[in-house]
Each structure stands twice: as C-alpha cells, then as structure tokens.
C-alpha cells in the first residue's frame, strides 16, 4: 500500500481511469454541523491519494475535476453522507455513483451486517481496523495510523463493487440498483436542506 498525502488539492498529474474509490473524514456525523477533512481516493491498484482540506480553503479546482467527471464512475461505502458532505462543502454533484452499502443491503438480505468491515472480512476475507474511525480529524497533522486507516476505506471498494456487480445481475436487481444509485445526489441535497432525518415519502 502506497499512501500519498496532499494539501488543499490533487496535483493536476494525477489521474484516475476505469472507476475510483471514494471516501471522506469528517469532524463528526452530522452533515449539518460537521465540516469535511479529508478526501481519499484510489484506482484500486494499492496507491492511495489523501487530500487534507483546512478550512476556508479555496475550491479546490483538480479534486473537484474528478469528482464531477461524468465519464468516471466514483465507488463509495455509504454514498448518502459522502456525497451529502462533497455537496455541502463544495456545492457540487458527485457521480456517476457505486455504493457498496446500497448494494450489499439489495443482495445480502440474509443479514444485517453491511458494514464495510463486515464486507470485507466476509467477502474478500480482508481484515481490516476501525480504531482511528472517531480521531481528530481536523489536526494539523496526521499519525500513520490515522493515514493508514484513511487510506484503508478505499483500497478494497473496487474487489467489492466487482463481487456485487455479479451477484445484483444474477438477482436480477441491478436495475433497481442503478436507480437507487442516480437517486442518491437527490437525497444529498435534502438532506443538507433539511436533514437526514427528513422523509419525502412521508404523509
């Protein structure tokens, strides 16, 4: 694993191709309340980009390039907050979208562990750590604990969208996938309006 720490932007020679996992560090849970610090991406070919956003920052013009580039898929676990957090922060529409939770809970019915640790450890027999989920953040500098595990969250993203691919054609649900996939930068943007707790659907 090959983990490569960028301030406020992605250099403008870094590229990705085929489809990039997609994650983000927070100071919290809340969308509402909590501000973006840390963007992960990564091909899937064991490199890992880490872009630290500090606050008041300019947009950051090349990370945003790739996030809205309609032509490259971007593979999340989790998109609803993700997506919600990249809208908030820097008003724009991410996709085209994967998520893994989504299409774990449409195949692996037969349980209610869609936790990426889970899929992991069950799918691809990956173990991997949870303990730096809740640090700061928002420090200045990060531990290589903090850059290992941050990397982590998007290195097996494209084994798992692989693994789910088969098993929603094989259901017969990759449809309903694809939908609940464009629906999703919808629900973002409800939710930064009016929270996540917000149902569209109710009376």
Known sequence: MQIILHKNDLPSDVV????????????????????????????????CHLVKITPGQEVPSNLVKVLTDA???????????????????FGIQTGPIFCTKIASK???TFTDRHGLKDLCKEIIKV???????????GASEYT???KKYAATDV???HKLKAHFEGILER??????????FQYLPHR???DVMAGQTYDILSY
Not at 18 to 36: I, K, N, P
Request: net charge negative.
């Open 127 to 137: 173990e991997i750590s949870k303990q730096e989920q809740t640090s700061d953040w």
């Open 106 to 108: 449409l195949t692996r």
């Open 155 to 157: 290195l097996h993203l």
């Open 171 to 180: 259901e017969g649900r990759m449809d309903l996938a694809k939908a609940a």
């Open 144 to 146: 290589e604990d903090q």
């Open 71 to 89: 032509s490259l898929p971007k593979i999340f676990h989790f998109a609803r907050f993700d997506v919600a957090i990249l809208y908030k922060t």
């Open 16 to 47: 990705f191709s085929g489809a990039v996992a997609v994650d983000t560090e927070t100071m919290g849970l809340e969308v509402h309340r909590d501000r973006l610090c840390l963007v992960q991406l990564s091909q899937g070919d064991g490199v």
């Open 188 to 190: 973002c943007v409800m």
